[in-house]
C-alpha cells in the first residue's frame, strides 16, 4: 500500500510537470496553440499525485505541518514546490477557460509551472538521494526522475495534443529527441548505479539487490517496456498523422508509463536502510 | 553542556535483552515496535566461534540526518544536545526511517506517527537513569555525558563497529567498548 | 518516593474502562492510552503522576531460576509502568537486586488480554467425563462462580465416594484434608543429583562458597551451566567478578552458549548424556601422570583405590581400576572418551591437567547433564574426579553441583529469611512426607516409603492408561484407577501435561478420565485440557508475601491490585469447596492471609554483628499490630515495619572484608574423623552402595556403585545405525532442551513482547542444516520417536555438530489432523522414559529434521492470544 501511494504520487507528479514542460515549449513555438487537454491533465495528475501523496502519511489533515521546514528539509521543499505547481497549473485552467484571450499570462504561468516543475524534480530526487538508503543515494535517482519527467511528459503531451502538434514539425523533433534522450540517460544511468550497489561492502546495498533480484521479472518488463515504449514513438514521428499512428503513440504511451510505473514501484520496494537497525 | 549518549559495554553484555524489554515497557511499546534492541552477530566455525552482542537505541547524533530531514520539525535538538520527537507535530510521513542510518525510528501503527528513544528525558529531569541503563542485570549500559562518559571508560571506546554504518553520516553521540570481533572488518558475522 | 519519575501518565486512565476493554478482548494489551507521553518532552506531568501513581513492591513468584526485586507503578488500579531494584547504590559487592526481561514484562503477563477472566466449562463435559476425546478442542462456557463451585465439589465427592482417593490423581491443601490422592514423583530440576548428593555426600556438596569468596578462585569450571540465560538476576554479574578478580572460566557444554561468550577462557565440547565419558577420560590422564590429590583422597573418601575401600565392598569395584580397565579390559584413556564425548583427546588431557594443577579451583555443575538418563553416572563421575582435585573445604576452591539459580555464584549462610507463615502443614494420607508446596519431586517426598501411594512423573500417563504403576520398593506393579486430575494451586506452577516428557501420551491419558479441574492464570496447556477451569488471582493480587532468593536478600511482595475480573485465590476456592464437602473451612486455613503475612514478617531474622547468631529483623510496634487488625507481640529488630514495606526488600550489605564469608566442609577437611559427613562411612563416598541400593529401591534402572559410562537410553550412541562404521540411523541427531529466555518454563510464554525477544527457534549447526539442504528460516520438522513438531529455522555455529536445541517450555499448539505441534513443546519430542530415581531424561533424545512441506510457520510473536471471553 505504501509503495503504491509513493509511487502514485511520484509519476503523476513527475508527468504533470513533464507535459507542462512541454506545454510551455509548446507555447513558446506557437503563442496560439492553446494545449488544453495537457495543461488540464496535468493539473489532474498533480492534484491525484498530491492526493496520493496523502495517503502515505500517518496524519493527512495533518500534512500542512510538512511545509514548516523549508530551510532544512528537502520533503519540505518539495511539498512547497509541488502546492506552488499545483497552484499556478490550477491558476493556467482557470484562465484557459475564463481568460483565453490572456494569451501571454498563460505562457507565463506555464512557463513558471515548468521552472518550478523542473526544481520540484530537483527536490524529488536529493529527498531520496541524500536518505541512508544505499540503493538510493547514487546520482541514478536524479538522472531517473528527470528521465521519467520528460519521457512521460513528452509522450503523454504527445498523446493528448496529437491534432494540435500535426502540424508542428520541430515540436515533434523535440519531442522524439527528449524521450530519446530521457531513455538513455536513464540507461546510462542506472546501469552503473546497480554495479556499484552490487560492488558495496553495505550490507543494505545487498538486501536491495536481492530485492531486486527477486523481482527481477518486474524490473525486465520496466525495461521492456520503456525501450519499446521509446523506440516504437521514435519510429512513429517521423510519420504523418494517420489512425495507425494514433495507435502507436497510445501503444508506446501505454508501454512507457507502464515501464515507468513499475520501475518506480521498484523503487521504493527495494527500499533498505543502511546497515542494522532497531526495524 | 557537552554531547549526551549511550556507553555499552559489549564485553560485558549477555545478550539478556533486560534493556529492550524495560525499554518496552517503559515506553509501553507493541511486538514490533523497538526503541532499542539487542542483536546477536556469530561468526566463524564450532568450536572456534566469535561474535557478539549490540544494545542499540537512538545514537542522538550530532549531525542527526532525521532532524536534517523532517519536513514538520518534529525531530529536533533539546537543549541537551539529544534528539527529541515531537509528537504534536509529527505527520507519519516517515522521512526519518529512511533517513536514519541506524533505522531508529518506528512507526506506531496505532498513532499514526512515529516513536523512538527519548533517552527517558521525563526520568532524567526527575534525576534518574534511563530504564533501559537501570535495567541492565549486568550492568553494561550507561548513559551520560559524552566526554565524561570517556573519561570514566577508557580511550578505546568507538562509535562505529563492523555492522554498524560508518559513524562518518550522522556522527552518533555512542560508545562501545567493543570486542575483537566487532572491530575486525574482516571477520565475517551474521546476526542469528 | 519523593521523586516520581514520571511523565509518563499522561491520561487519566479509569480501571473499570480497562477491563472492559480487555474483556472486549480488544488489543493485545488493552493499556492504551496509558504509559508514555513520548510529547514534547517535558515532565509536566510529573505532578499527575506523584498524585495518582504509587510504587508498590510486586511479587516475582515463578520458577524462573531466580529472585529479584520488582514495583510496579500503580496508577488507578492498573500497572502502568515497572521498575527494579533502585534502594541503595549499585556496587559488585552489595550488588542491586536487578530483576531479569521476564520480571519486567511481568505487568504485560497479568494484565494482558489472554487472562482467564471467568470461571469455565468445556461444552460437552458432563458428571462422569462426557464426551471426553473433545478435551482440548472443545467449546469454552462461561459459568458463575456458584455452579463451577457446585459442579466441582459434586464430582469430586461422587469420585471418592465411588472410587477412594487413590483415584484422583493430584494434592493440595484441601485434597489432603480430604483424604489425599497419589503423588506424581520424580525429578524434574535438579535431574539425578538429589539421591546422588543425599549418598555420596551427605548434602555436603550441595551448597557453595559465599558469594564473595568465588573471587578467590584461579580456575572455575562451570560444567553444563549457563548462567546467562538459566539464572537470571545477579548471578552472571558476580561471576563476573570472579573473572575480573582473575579466576579463569572453563565451561564444558555442546553449545558455546552466551555464557561460554562471555566468561569462557577456554570451551569444552561435550556431546550431550556422554559427560561420564568425558570424566572418565579425564580421571585416566590424571592417574596415569599422578596428578590427583592422593593425600585428600585418603583422608576425605573412600572408594577411590582398592586400599581404601569403605567395608563390606568388593575391592576390585574401585575407580582407580575401573578407569585403568583393569578389570574389564577396558582403559578409560582420553581417545576412548573422545570417540564418544566429541573433545579431542589432547583437551581432554590439558582440560584434567589445568584441573589437577591449578589451586584454588572451583568445579561445579548445573542440572542439565544429570537431566539424562541413568543421569546419576554423570553425578557419580563429576563429583569423582572433582574431588581428586583436593579442591574441597578451602578458600576459593568447591566441588558443587547446586549451580541452579542462586546457587550459581551464591552459597554460604542465609543472612536473612522470612519466618513462618504459621500455617500448619496439610499432610497427604496418601503419601505421608508430602507436603504440599512447591514442584520439585525430589525434595517433595521420599517415594520409597512403602506408604507412599504415587507414581514417577514419567509412569503418569501409564498408569492412567493401563491401570498400573511401578511400585517403589520392590511393591510390583500396582494396580489403580485414576479418574480425577486435581490441579488447584496457588501461584507455584505444575503446568505438568505441557512440562512432563511426552505430550501425545500424556492427551491421551487426560482424555480417559472422568475429569480434570484447574485453576489457573492463562489458558496453560494443562488448562487447555481440562474441564472446568477456574479463574485465579496472580500474586500482584493477593495479600503479601516474602520471597527469598539467594542468601543475602528477602523481598516483600505485597498486593499491588485488586483481584481482575473474576479471578479468586486457591484459599477462596478451597474454603467454598470445603463447605460444600461438609469440612470445615477454619481447620484447612486456620488463619487469615494477612495473619499469614503478618507472621513471616515477625518471624523475620537476619545475621548478627557476630556473624553466627540471627536477630529479629522488623520492629513491631502496638500500633503496627493495630493498624494492621492481625494477632502479635511488639518487638524490637533492625528495621520498622513500615520502612521495610516500603523498600519491599531487605538485603544485607556486603563487603569482602566482613564477617560473614564461608567456606562449605572446610571443618571436615580439616578433620574429617571429627566432623563426620552424614553419609553411611561418614566420608565423601566414591563408591556408594547406599547409593546403588537406593536407585534399586525405586524400581526402575540401577547403578553400580561407582561411576561408570554405559550408553544411555536415546543417547549419542543410538543416533547410529551402525557404531564400528559409524553410520546414522534414523534419528540422527541429539536435542537438548535447554532453558529458555522467553520462559520461566511454561510460563509468560504468551506474552508478546518476550515472544518478540526470544522467537523459539528450532537451532542448528549450519553445516549439518546444508547437508540437508535446509536454510535459515526455513520451517522444519522434527520428528522423534515419541511424536513431532515444526519450529522456524535457525542456523548456527554455536551448536555442537549433531547436535539440535529448542527451548523447553512452549505451549504445545497440536494440530490433530497430522499429529504436528507447532509451537516446538519440547515434551512433544521427549518420551517419557522410566529412569533412576524418576529424573526425566529430557537431555537424552533424539530426533531427525527435515524441511517441512506444509504451510511455513509464522513468527509466534504474531500468533493469535488464547483469549477466550
Ligand atoms: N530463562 C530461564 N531460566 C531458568 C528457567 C527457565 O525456565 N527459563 N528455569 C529454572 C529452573 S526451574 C531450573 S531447574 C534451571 C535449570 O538450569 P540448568 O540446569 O542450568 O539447565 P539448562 O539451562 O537447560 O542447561 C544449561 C546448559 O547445559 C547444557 N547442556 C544440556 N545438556 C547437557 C549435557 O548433557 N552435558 C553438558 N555438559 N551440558 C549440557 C546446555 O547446552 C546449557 O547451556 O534453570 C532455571 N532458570
Ligand atoms: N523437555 C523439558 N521439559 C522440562 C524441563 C527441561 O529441561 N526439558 N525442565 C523441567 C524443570 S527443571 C521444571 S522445574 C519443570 C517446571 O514445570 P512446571 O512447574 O509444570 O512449569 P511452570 O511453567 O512453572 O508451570 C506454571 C503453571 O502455573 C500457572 N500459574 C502461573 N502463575 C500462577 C498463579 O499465580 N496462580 C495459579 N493458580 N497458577 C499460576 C501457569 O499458567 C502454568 O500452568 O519443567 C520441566 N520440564
Ligand atoms: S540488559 Fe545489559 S546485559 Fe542484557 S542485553 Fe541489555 S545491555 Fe546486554
Ligand atoms: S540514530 Fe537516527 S534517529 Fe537517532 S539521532 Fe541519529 S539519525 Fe536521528
Ligand atoms: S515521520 Fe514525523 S518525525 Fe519523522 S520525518 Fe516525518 S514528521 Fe518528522
Ligand atoms: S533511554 Fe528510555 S527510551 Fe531510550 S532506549 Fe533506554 S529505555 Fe528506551
Ligand atoms: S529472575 Fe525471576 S524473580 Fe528475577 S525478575 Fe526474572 S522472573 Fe522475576
Ligand atoms: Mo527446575
Redesign the pocket.
Known sequence: MEHLALTIFSICVQAAIGIMIFVAIGRLLNKEKIFKNATIAATVLGIVGAVASLMHLGKPFSAIKALYQFGSSWLSREIWFTAIFILLAILMVVLIYAKPQNKSAISGLAAAAAVVGLIDVFFMAAIYSSSSVPFWQSIATLVEFYAATLSMGAILFLLLSIKEIAEMATMKKIIALAVALAVILQVAAVVPSLIALGASSSAAAHSSLAILGNMAVANAFKWIFILAGALLLLWMVKDELSKLVTNIVLSSTILLLVGQIVGRYLFYAAMVVTGVGLS | MGQKGFYFNMLECKGCKACQIACKDKNDLKVGELYRKVMNFEGGIYPNVGGFYLSTSCNHCAEAKCVAGCPTGAMHYAEDGTVQHNKDLCIGCKYCMWNCPYSVPQYLEDKNIIGKCDTCKDLRDAGENPACVDACPMRCLKFGDIDELKKEYGTDLVNEISVLPSAEATKPSLLIKANVYALDFNYKVKEV | MGNLINGVINKKLSRRKFLAASAAGAASLALTGCGNSLSSVGSTDVAVAEKEGKWVTAACWH???GRCLNKALVVDGVVVRQKTDDTHEDSPDYPQQRGCHRGRAQRFHVFGADRLKYPMKRKHWEPGGGKKELRGRDEWVRISWDEALDLVAAELKRIKEQYGNKSILGTSRLLNFYGGGLVRWGSS?SGAWGVVQECMTGFFSWKANDRLDWRNAKLIVL????PA????GNPTYNLLQAKKAGAKFII????V?PTVRLLADKHIP?R??T?TALLLGMAYHMIENNLHDQEFLDRCTVGFDADHMPEGADPKENFKDYVLGTYDGVPKTPEWASEICGAAPQLIREFATEIATTKPMIFTS????AR?YRGQQFCQAFLTVGWMTGNVGKPGAGVWTM???PGQSYGGKTLVRSGSNGLPPAVNPLFPDATYGPYDGYRWANPTNPDAHGMAYCETYDAILKGEYTGTNGRGKVPCDIRLIWLVRDGYGYNFLNQSSDINKGIEAFRKVDFVVTNDIVLSTISKYADIVLPATTEWEKEGKIYQGNPEAIFIAEKVVEPLYEAKTEEWIDRELAKRLGLNPDEIYPISPKQQFFNSLAGAQVIAEDGENYEPLVTITPQDIQEWNVQGEPQQGKIALKDLLEQGVYQVPRSPKDNLTVVQGEDFVRDPEANPLSTKSGKLEIHCQALSDKIALYGLTTVPPIAKYEPPLDGYEATFEDWESKKKGKYPFQL?T????R???STYDNVPQLREAYPQEFMMNTRDAEALGLKEGDTVLIESAYGKCIRLLSLSETLMPGVV?LGE?AWVELDEETGIDKAGATNILCGARLSGQGEEPW?TTIVRVEKYDGEPLIPDAQWKQRIIF
Open positions: 520458577n524462573c531460576g530440576s560444567w553444563g551451566a549457563n540465560r538459566s539464572s537470571l564444558v557444554d555442546p553449545l552458549s561435550c550431550p548424556g559427560d548445573s542440572f542439565a547433564p539424562t549451580n541452579y539459580a537438548i535447554i532453558h529458555y529466555g520462559r520461566s518454563h536445541t517450555g537431555n
